[in-house]
């Protein structure tokens, strides 16, 4: 940036539509559901900004519908993972260069585009590939996408700013460097914003990525590499590969010019990771910045002041939206034995008031999980608790898979608060229920804290101040995002920075700066005006 300080469109998050029936925003989207479904695409690798097919292909299918195919994907050999690397250097050359505002007026770019032309597409396309209700898709695949998009070019531009103090002899300045490298991005199904925000918010501060999406969400992602490609992201900048996790991983990491993982998914998938990068250290050029946002056992807590309708909506809503597959999502709920009785009443109605089946039918709150593998998971699960002393299913329990993996919104009532299911991410529409004594709130509070390796999300009901006050403090560090009064899930870019520790993740923070400077290898720069000619300092006489 050579000829002026530009600044960028403050920064608002993107009003979500209501899709009440006859609204436009129901019809476009689903007008755009129906063609989408009765046509098929096929998804090549996305190298230098050329379409590569491979020939090797695998089939896409709705999660609720999993004998229609909606089109198939290409996976890559070794050999094309190294063309993705070697071309993203390639481009760095450039890219690296790239004035900021040309960076930032790309990036806006694709904001308006998902928020106009692509909104009902990429709505569509989240609906039919994950399996979102059209309500799920909105606050995900367009409003969190076009939030990262926006806050974080105001994020950058905020950093550029963080300059150190000169005097009237020297002037210091402070160069945001890209790392020097490559990124790789490894993107999980659950969120199409997140997808796209792994590899965009590194390409923003002028890195060049290797992309990889997770199976189950290709169909989707390929709507964002069209927008990407719309808004002018150039060639070789973020290059998308599918195939082969382990294989494709083993690829990039093996490169010198590894700089940076950008990952979202499993902790077990992510510490394996983490190992190889050990495994290879001595090979990099750079110490390559790891962030990881993982897995979660997310609470709620109910004190006996609690208002026990706020409490089960906060359950209904913060354990089965998208079928419990939140990173953020209830899945173990401790309630007072005093509110109990009309926490399960208020629970119970509002369950049996669900409706599942294609998000399609738009009055469906309940659709289908991700894929088989996720499907069987569940089912064990809930198996295990119909044959179990210390377990109890109060509500649900069915599930069938017969035309897409349908899982009916469960809920445990154990008598062990270290029952299996309270302890394990099982990522899907199942809940667990601990009913604790009123006057053990304080070791509630510490069993809570202790019960799970995570640390990701958490909510804490009362109408009591002292009792909020010791939740806040006894549960300090086991959620990286804390609820007072509401339910663990629903982060909103730019006003509740997302990320957990423990187990749960490096907690960088994504939709704030924090997570933007780990992209970034500072340069302090010092000019010395009138440079001194004498090495004699006045001391020595
Ligand atoms: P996953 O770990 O199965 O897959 C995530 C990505 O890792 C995919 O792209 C996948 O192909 C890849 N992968 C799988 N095995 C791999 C391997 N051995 N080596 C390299 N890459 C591999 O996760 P998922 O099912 O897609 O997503 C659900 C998980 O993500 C849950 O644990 C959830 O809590 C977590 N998640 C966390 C956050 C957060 O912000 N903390 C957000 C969304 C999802």
């Given at each position: 940036m050579g000829k002026g300080f530009f600044e960028v469109p403050i920064a608002v998050n993107e009003p979500v539509l209501g899709y009440a029936p006859g609204s436009p925003e129901r019809e476009a989207v689903s007008k755009t559901y129906k063609e989408m479904y009765n046509s098929t695409i096929d998804v090549p690798l996305y190298i230098n900004g050329e379409h590569i097919a491979t020939g090797n292909t695998a089939t896409m299918s709705p999660p609720h519908d999993h004998q229609h195919v909606l089109g198939t994907y290409h996976k890559a050999e070794k050999s094309h993972i190294d063309q993705a690397i070697a071309t993203?250097?390639?481009?760095?050359?450039?890219?690296?260069?790239?004035?900021?505002?040309?960076?930032?007026?790309?990036?806006?770019?694709?904001?308006?585009?998902?928020?106009?032309?692509?909104?009902?597409?990429?709505?569509?396309?989240?609906?039919?590939a994950q399996s979102k209700t059209v309500h799920q898709a909105e606050i995900d695949a367009a409003c969190e996408l076009i939030d990262f998009l926006r806050f974080n070019v105001q994020f950058m531009t905020e950093i550029y700013h963080e300059q150190p103090e000169s005097t009237?002899?020297?002037?210091?300045?402070?160069?945001y460097r890209p790392l020097e490298g490559f990124i790789y991005a490894i993107t999980p199904?659950?969120?199409?914003?997140?997808?796209?925000?792994?590899?965009?918010?590194?390409?923003?501060?002028?890195?060049?990525?290797v992309w990889k999406p997770s199976d189950s969400q290709v169909y989707s992602a390929k709507v964002i590499l069209d927008v990407f490609q719309e808004a002018g992201v150039p060639p070789g900048v973020i290059n998308m590969v599918m195939g082969d996790p382990v294989m494709i991983t083993d690829t990039v990491l093996a490169s010198p010019d590894f700089s940076g993982l950008h990952f979202t998914g499993s902790t077990h998938v992510f510490k394996d990771i983490w190992q190889k990068i050990g495994t290879n250290i001595h090979h990099y050029k750079t110490y390559p910045r790891i962030v990881g946002e993982t897995g979660g056992k997310d609470f709620i807590v109910a004190h006996k002041t609690s208002n026990s309708k706020q409490v089960a909506t906060a359950i209904a809503r913060g354990a089965f939206e998208f079928q419990g597959q939140k990173c953020s999502a209830a899945s173990r709920c401790y309630v007072s034995k005093?509110?109990?009785?009309?926490?399960?009443?208020?629970?119970?109605?509002?369950?049996?008031?669900?409706?599942?089946?294609?998000?399609?039918?738009?009055?469906?709150?309940?659709?289908?999980?991700?894929?088989e593998g996720s499907f069987d998971k569940l089912a064990s699960y809930i198996d295990q608790a119909k044959s179990d002393n210390n377990a109890e299913i109060i509500a649900g329990g069915g599930y069938d898979k017969s035309k897409g993996y349908f899982v009916e919104p469960t809920v445990i009532k154990t008598s062990d608060p270290k029952y299996t299911t309270m302890c394990t991410e099982l990522f899907g529409p199942v809940v667990t229920i601990y009913v604790f004594e009123d006057d053990t709130w304080e070791e509630t509070l510490h069993l809570v804290d202790e019960t799970s390796e995570y640390a990701l999300t958490g909510a804490v009901f009362s109408e009591d101040r002292y009792a909020l006050e010791m939740g806040i403090k006894i549960l300090e560090n086991a959620a990286g995002n804390?609820?007072?009064?509401?339910?663990?899930?629903?982060?909103?870019?730019g006003q509740q920075p997302f990320g957990g520790a423990r187990a749960s993740g490096t907690n960088d923070k994504a939709g704030s700066k924090l997570n933007l400077y780990r992209w970034v290898s500072p340069r302090m720069i010092k000019e010395t005006f009138v440079t001194p000619t004498d090495y004699r300092y006045p001391f020595l006489g």
């Open positions: 993203a250097l390639e481009a760095r050359k450039k890219w690296s260069q790239m004035p900021w505002e040309q960076r930032a007026g790309i990036f806006l770019r694709a904001a308006e585009l998902i928020a106009g032309p692509y909104r009902a597409k990429i709505n569509a396309a989240t609906m039919l009237s002899g020297a002037w210091n300045r402070l160069e199904f659950n969120f199409t914003a997140i997808s796209a925000n792994l590899p965009a918010s590194a390409a923003l501060m002028g890195n060049v990525v005093s509110i109990w009785n009309d926490v399960e009443k208020y629970l119970k109605e509002d369950l049996a008031s669900f409706t599942m089946g294609s998000p399609e039918d738009m009055s469906n709150f309940i659709t289908a999980v991700i894929h804390f609820y007072v009064n509401d339910k663990p899930t629903g982060a909103v870019v």
